[in-house]
């Protein structure tokens, strides 16, 4: 089976057309993974860029890349006309069974549906939700994006969920519907795991920071912690880098925290990293207001870390019967500290048996073949 997957490039996400080597989404890049280990599929995986780029031919032995040149007219202002008709037309050379689009944050959904091929989207943040949260103005980026995916839904042969909660939104307009969550990426079940965690008690949060991912208001729950007395730091890792008035608000509350000693910010971590400070931390808090899925809960519960999490979205599917997984109601902030201070005096125990449950639920060959079987029904092979 030829398969097409149209995603993002995070070469354009940050500008970094200088780098030779494609980057792709934590979901997609995994969902590869799990391709690469299938003898039965051909994937080529194509992305739009602003900028011209150097790129390998191959990223896997059945995976080739094409990057496609697409100037700065082509993309939201003109609706993605320029993407969607250079897609096309490397489709037209490659000639595959089926186009799955990744997301419909950007141009890929919309490409794959006006692909001319059989087409499915998959959803990994739901853009009518998120234009909703931000009361999004006519014209802004989420309003559109969230019209274009209203748009991509009617047009597509079928969208995959990757939880209950995305299954329901999608619902109203895609022809077809299956279940298939996000995976996780290899290395958080290759690589062992180390539990060894420091002298004192480190939760993490991890995420681009947003409003509503709610850094700042898990930031003002840990200020009440440690005027409780409590002993821990709590460490944010992602991206801070914008002049929002949330992001300028942040960076001066973590700066006060740090001179009192009882949270920091460590940046952009590679996963080697990223997995690094999981394992050395006891616990995470993902405390968001809007969660189409939740990847990060899931690759902490993969490392076996305690989870506080708001019991929305598709955190609520990761969570369903895992050890160490604790749901609190996405608005009671009091409900949170209390939890994380009751498991603080406790002596921060770790689960011992997530990490089992993670690797049967999201590990990259089980997405893989899950993705295989989704294609087949949908082309009646």
């Known amino acids: 089976m030829r398969i097409a997957i149209l995603t993002t490039d995070l070469r354009e996400t940050f ?11 934590i979901a997609p890049e995994a969902l590869l993974e799990g391709f690469a280990k299938l003898n039965e599929v051909e994937v080529h995986v194509i992305s739009c860029l602003q ?76 853009m009518r939700a998120i234009a909703k949260l931000y009361h999004a103005q006519p014209g802004s980026f989420y309003w559109l994006a969230a019209k274009l995916e209203t748009l991509a839904l009617r047009k597509t042969g079928g969208v995959l969920c990757n939880s209950v909660y995305t299954e329901k939104l999608a619902a109203p307009f895609a022809r077809r519907i299956w279940r298939a969550p996000n995976c996780l990426r290899a290395a958080f079940f290759e690589i062992p795991l180390n539990e060894k965690c420091g002298v004192k008690p480190t939760l993490l949060n991890v995420g681009s920071l947003a409003p509503h991912k709610r850094q700042t208001e898990i930031l003002d729950v840990a200020r009440k912690l440690w005027e409780r007395g409590l002993h821990f730091e709590l460490q944010f890792i992602g991206t801070t880098e914008n002049r929002t008035k949330y992001a300028v608000n942040f960076r001066h509350q973590i700066a006060e925290a740090q001179a009192a000693g009882y949270a920091r910010h460590l940046g952009t971590l590679k996963i080697k990293e990223l997995i690094t400070a999981f394992d050395r931390a006891s616990a995470l808090i993902h405390f968001p207001s809007e969660e189409a899925f ?88």
Not at 17 to 24: I, K, S
Not at 110 to 121: C, D, K, L, M, T
Not at 337 to 349: D, F, H, Q, T, Y
């Open 294 to 381: 939740g990847l990060v809960a899931a690759e902490a519960l993969a490392r076996n870390l305690k989870l506080f999490a708001a019991s929305i979205g598709g955190i609520v599917d990761i969570a369903a019967n895992v050890e160490g997984a604790e749901m609190i109601p996405a608005q009671d902030w009091t409900g949170l500290e209390n939890s994380i201070a009751r498991w603080l005096e406790a002596g921060c125990p770790r689960p011992q048996t997530a990490s089992k449950r993670m690797h049967a639920r999201y590990a990259p060959e089980i997405a893989g073949r899950r993705h295989w079987e989704i294609y087949r029904e949908f082309l009646h092979v």
């Open 15 to 25: 500008r970094d057309y200088m780098n030779p080597e494609p980057r792709f989404g």
């Open 51 to 126: 900028k011209p780029v150097r790129s390998p031919e191959k990223v896997a032995d059945n995976i080739w890349y094409h990057a496609l040149y697409v100037p700065k007219t082509g993309w939201m202002r003109t609706l993605y006309q320029g993407c969607i008709r250079a897609v096309r037309k490397k489709l037209r050379k490659i000639q595959p069974d089926i186009v799955h689009g990744q997301g419909t944050e950007r141009d890929c959904a919309i490409s794959a549906a006006f692909s001319g091929f059989p087409n499915v989207i998959t959803i990994h943040g739901n």
